[in-house]
Every structure is written in C-alpha cells, then in structure tokens.
C-alpha cells in the first residue's frame, strides 16, 4: 500500500472517491502549463525559475492543502525560493517536491525538506540537461534542418523543432509523473535505510563538480595588466597569463567565493548585480579588468 493509499483508506475513503488525491491528469497537465513552459520567460536575476516553479504547481498545492489556506500560501511562499535548471527536467522535480509536499501536510516531514530535495538536485540535472539538449539534440536537430534548407526543402525548420521537441515534451510528460512514484515510494524506504543520505552526498558532490566547471566556463572577465618588460617577438605577461599558470580559472573561482561570502551576510542580490555592473564598466575603462 502506498503512502497516498494508506493517508486515503485511513480516511475510509477510496482513492477513487477523493477529489483531492493528485491524478496522473494533474501530473500531466502541470507538466505542460504556462508554468512549466515558461520557465525561461520569467527568468529573473534574483531567483531565476522561481516564480515559473510556483505557477508550474501551484494547482496541486491547491489540492494537498485544500481547506487550509495558510499551508497552501506558505507552501508557495516555500516553492519561491532561488530556483534554476534544464527547463526539461523541471517537472520531474515538481514531481518530487509534491510527492514531499504531501507528507509535509500529514506532518511526516519537515516542510524544510523539500527545498533541500531542490536544491541537491538542481546543479546534476542541469548538468546532465544541457548536455543532453543544449550540446547534443539541439546540435544534432539544427544539422538536419539546415542540411533540409541548403537542399530546398521548406520542411527544414519543422523537423528541426520535431527532432528538438519531442524528446524535450516526452522527458516533460514522464518526468513529471516518475519524479511524483519517486517521491512517494523511493524517498521513503530511502530515508528509512540510510541510502538517502547517501544518495545526498553523491548528489552534492556531482553538483559541486558541475559548479566548478560553470564557475570557469561561464566567467568572462580577465586582468590584462602588464607586468615586467615586454619582450619583441613575445607576447607581453600579463596578471592573467600568470594566474592561467597556477591555476586556469581561478579568477573566476575567487568571484564565487566572494559573491558566495557576500549572499552569506544577506547582502541584496540586486546591489550585487549593480555592483558587478559598475566594477565591470570601471575596470574596462581603466584598463585593469578585460
């Protein structure tokens, strides 16, 4: 008997007769609303997918919290935290945190959790998403539709959005629906033999891997400040040249640790997006950032 089947029946309740048990037909439907596609539309700097996330689930909320008005607001309140992903993946996610959200609301576990389930998860999908999409099928698409196209052929675009979008709104529609068995059946016998902690570190590890190599890939700012003589025929040393010898990257590692020491003592992400604005437009003129 599942979790949803044991929170019913104790009711004395069938599932078929609950109206607020969340149905595949909601799964589905969330997976494929405004919300879910329009994870990139209300991208925002401060907390990027979050709002999208909140509208993504915000109709299931309703359904785990129904009667209760102030769970249903803090559970929004809750889902509107910092938020960023392979938009692909993001109802497979939604699918976990409802799962989590139903015990929240029968007080099995603390309504912390979800985020924390989020938040492990956000850094490997999207590493695994943007390989997967970004890198390969849009690649993969965009080589047949232009080779269409050079040929003649007008259906060139559409197979280019055939071949890109029917992977992407499949892994939407069973995304959301094995994120939700998930978090039902496997988060729960995982919490209770110990492997959700391992599965957390290895998470967590993996996440940490995608980071760094986003820190670097992502960090476009250089010190192209000379240092010593310049040499004919050599290219000058610069600041940037001798910090690429010890260690390629690490002056866009050191901007993390410094945004990431900032955001810990609750400085405003927007001054730092202004702050970041203003450095960038000083150095360049003054020559020491590039």
């Not at 866009?252 to 730092?272: D, E, Q, T, V």
Request: charged share 15%; aromatic share 10%.
């Amino acid at each position: 008997m599942t979790s949803n089947e044991a929170m019913v029946s104790g009711q004395g309740v069938s599932q078929e007769e609950n109206p607020y048990k969340i149905t595949k037909k909601d799964l589905i439907r969330s997976s494929l609303n405004l919300g879910a596609l329009g994870m990139e539309f209300s991208w925002t700097y401060y907390k990027q997918m979050n709002l999208a996330f909140c509208l993504m689930v915000a109709g299931m909320l309703k359904k785990i919290y129904h009667g209760r008005p102030d769970d249903y607001a803090a559970a929004l309140h809750r889902h509107a935290a910092f938020f960023n992903i392979t938009v692909q993946f993001a109802p497979f996610v939604g699918g976990i945190a409802m799962a989590m959200e139903e015990r929240v609301a029968r007080g099995e576990i603390e309504p912390e959790s979800v985020n924390d389930v989020k938040a492990a998860l956000m850094g490997p999908l999207s590493g695994i998403g943007d390989a997967i999409f970004l890198t390969t099928i849009r690649v993969i698409a965009a080589a047949v539709g232009i080779s269409l196209c050079q040929a003649g052929n007008a259906a060139g675009p559409i197979v280019f959005l055939l071949i890109y979008n029917i992977p992407a709104f499949w892994l939407r529609v069973w995304g959301v629906q094995k994120g939700y068995s998930m978090g039902v059946s496997f988060l729960e016998k995982a919490s209770e033999n110990g492997l959700m902690t391992k599965v957390m570190a290895a998470i967590g590890i993996v996440g940490a891997m995608v980071i760094g190599g986003m820190t670097k890939d992502m960090f476009w700012a250089t010190i192209p400040v000379q240092i010593g003589e310049t040499v004919k025929g050599q290219d000058p040393t610069t600041i940037q040249s001798v910090l690429d010898g010890i260690m390629p990257g690490i002056v866009g590692m050191c901007a993390f640790w410094i945004y990431y020491w900032l955001l810990s003592k609750k400085i405003n992400p927007m001054w730092l997006i202004l702050g970041t604005m203003v450095l960038g437009v000083v150095g360049a003129f003054f020559g020491f950032l590039g």
